[in-house]
């Protein structure tokens, strides 16, 4: 990942925070839905729980995810590729993103076995990014 654009997601972002992910939907139109979001360099991390988002990405694996902070202008854009995974490297990725944005008593009321039916993985690779107001 770029370092200027991780310097600015990391300016702008809490691992708890909410960001707007984006997806391509059976007629070209957008899904979006806010979610959490970790930062695993070179990925973006995204936990997935919905049906919709996942058939999505299955059919086509491009999406966009827009991270700002309320009542700024300030923000980052990323568009790039989602692979959804539910191995087991998967499975230590995702527990790190969930302790690291709720500690490890919040791993354990989140705790949960990826799988197909369930939660999965996404793993967004950036393949070009906008960063707006963020001093560089």
């Not at 300030?74 to 995974?85: D, F, L, N, Q, T």
């Not at 039916?117 to 963020?134: D, F, K, N, V």
Request: include cysteine; aromatic fraction near 4%.
């Amino acid at each position: 990942m770029d370092a200027k654009l991780l310097a600015a997601i990391e300016s702008l972002h809490q691992p708890s925070d909410w960001v707007h992910l984006s997806t391509i939907g059976r007629d070209g139109a957008p899904h979006v839905t806010p979610m959490m979001m970790g930062v695993r360099a070179p990925h973006l991390l995204f936990s997935l729980t919905g049906k919709q988002k996942v058939r999505n990405l299955e059919r086509d694996p491009r999406a966009c995810v827009a991270i700002s902070r309320p009542t700024v202008m300030a923000h980052v854009i990323v568009w790039g590729r989602i692979e959804v995974r539910v191995d087991d490297e998967a499975q230590e990725i995702w527990e790190a993103m969930i302790t690291k944005a709720f500690g490890a008593d919040g791993l354990g009321a989140r705790s949960r076995r990826l799988s197909r039916e369930g939660t999965m993985l996404g793993l967004l690779t950036p393949e070009r990014h906008r960063i707006y107001g963020i001093e560089s």
